[in-house]
């Protein structure tokens, strides 16, 4: 395990960083883990059809995706498995007892998966006495009532890929019949109801060891609360509103949660499902809070009221959800947007700059965000002179493969630290599966085959980078750059690149560039 520098952030305003970390006493420390995308490669499913999935253990089948899928997609779908664990532990080892989850804690919500997540996060809790919150995001559900389940790509025993169906699909059609299709009964997609009640342990319902619970649609205060009447608000019939489009009625899963005594961590559901003519079937836009400010106008209103009550209450205020609220590029995305096009690199999915100062303008602070699979710290200052920080937590899934840690010594003054996972257990168990996947894929002559080099990565930090760097060539080169202008890059010098960006080379580099 690595960490990387440490930033220091007033409530007020961001004041600068430091590279030493010295442990205060009686400070809470949170942990934030997004975009884990966890799969449950070692589900418990009872299915004949299992014989047919490879294995690392004799009988011990393994339910992953191929290696060609992964290194197609902005996240592993396999080792972030171990990489959930191997982050889990370090959290214990430095002494966190608070973890947040802004967020795709799982890989499109199915039911085997958030089993098998839940099964996790219970062993932690009571084995350490870890409290966890959630908030769900693009991906945990992908349907608010849930979907069926099907994946095209899990690997197959002789490194061919299989597809794999929920058994409600099977019934309504043949595929069962099909030698190459497994039927797994949990590959179903679970909708809001059905995660929510699995992990309602987890922050998404009232725990009498909380100081205080509440949702947007409590009609109770901090001065009159109880345990009852939180557990009642909590049910998902008491936790919904109308959309604007046709009077459909969604769920919306936010919560106020005080887990020790002067800390409110505010969890954002920023998810837009859009109903379409119908009113059956939804567009997950996946673009939050653009969406948000358009749909959800009433998150807006409760979260200024949590602000007000916070400062009324003296309490530390942090907000968390899947999306961003400001730009994190750096400033970059309007350059990047003329470069490369509004439908390259999620240009769509950056926040508009009303977003930030929204926000800030209603008096929130500090708010914590995923979605990106990025490690960056934003600051905007509205027009008003308001501030708002927004720190967005890497992947455990993608590189750099890290989360965050927020130390807080004081009403008004936060730590915020980067762990870093380079070293994750047993994240090559799959690896002799892969080479198998590749040779097949070999000898039926595929084309862009994936290099094989990166199932020499000695730790996962390696591992993350090889796929980024496979992700890159065989997805967003082809598909994302145009071809005119990747083209033209792959014929400049180093020098002349450095001119492109402005950037000026010291002597040193100059020298080095005109050497190579």
Known sequence: MNNNVICIISIFFLLGCKTEYVLKKNEIKIAFMADIHFSDVYPNIKDNSLNSLPSIEENNPVLIRTMKSQVHSTRLFNENYFALIAALDDAVNRGIKIIALPGDFSDDGQ??????????????????????FMINGNHDPTHPFGNEGNKVDFLGKNGKAKRAISLKEAHTSDLEKENNTLIIEDLNEWGYEEIVNELSDHGFSPNKS??????????????????????????INQRTFYTNENATILPDVSYLVEPVEGLWLLALDANVFIP???????????????EVLKHKRYLIDW???????????????????????????????????????????????????????????????????????????????????????????????????????????NHNLLEVQTAVLDTVFAFESFFNLYKKEHYFLEANKENNLLDKDILLSKNYLEYTEWHLKELIRLRFLPTEWSFSFAKELQKATGKELLSRSKVTPTQDELKKLIQD
Do not use: C
Not at 111 to 123: D, F, P, Q, R, V
Not at 276 to 290: A, L
């Open 303 to 409: 979260t200024q009221k949590i602000v007000e009550d916070a400062n009324r209450f003296k309490k530390t205020l942090i907000a968390f959800s899947h999306y961003p609220m400001i730009e994190f590029n750096d400033g970059a995305s309007d350059d990047m947007k003329t470069l490369f096009g509004m439908n390259t690199f999620q240009a769509h999915r950056i926040p508009d700059e009303l977003v930030g100062e929204t926000f800030a303008d209603i008096g929130l602070k500090i708010h914590v965000g995923g979605h990106m699979h990025l490690n960056d710290t934003g600051v905007i200052i509205s027009e008003k002179g308001n501030t708002l920080v927004n720190i967005q937590t890497p992947s455990l899934g993608s590189y750099i493969p890290a989360y965050k840690i927020i130390n807080i010594n």
């Open 111 to 132: 039911a085997l998966h958030i089993k098998g997540l839940n099964t996790i996060l219970n062993t932690y809790r009571e084995k350490y006495g870890i409290s966890f």
């Open 276 to 290: 379409n003519e119908n009113s059956t079937s939804f567009t997950n836009s996946g673009v939050g809070y653009n």
């Open 210 to 235: 909380y100081k205080y619970w509440a949702t947007p649609f409590s009609n109770y205060n901090y001065k009159n609360y109880n345990y009852r009447k939180a557990s009642k608000a909590s049910k």
